[in-house]
């Protein structure tokens, strides 16, 4: 357990960060899941509307730190690709 001032704050700091990082990284899994279910229901529409969504997640949890960049980038990536031969 922290003794020193400057310890528990970085320890409250870590707590906020980290439930911070929870819900971005649950948030960016709903839309992708959204993405994906509208790829395996074939509905070019609603793939591409939630393909929008989904990257505006994925570069935003990006940005925060809550996700590594390349990794948004490959999620993306992959996204549209999927989105991409529906037509």
């Known amino acids: 357990m922290a003794n020193h001032p400057s310890a528990e704050k970085r320890n409250r700091q ?4 980290t439930n911070r990082n929870n819900a971005v990284t649950s948030a960016v ?3 992708v899941k959204k993405v994906r279910a509208a790829v395996a229901a ?3 529409g609603a793939a591409s509307a939630a ?3 989904a990257t505006q997640k994925l570069d935003q949890a990006a940005t925060k730190g809550a996700m590594h960049r ?3 980038s490959r999620t993306i ?6 989105v991409s031969k529906l037509a």
Do not use: E, N, P, W
Not at 77 to 82: D, E, K, P, T
């Open 14 to 17: 870590r707590i906020v960060r």
């Open 29 to 31: 899994r709903t839309f």
């Open 42 to 44: 074939k509905d070019k």
């Open 51 to 53: 393909l929008k969504d």
């Open 70 to 72: 390349r990794a948004a």
């Open 77 to 82: 990536s992959r996204l549209a690709s999927q």
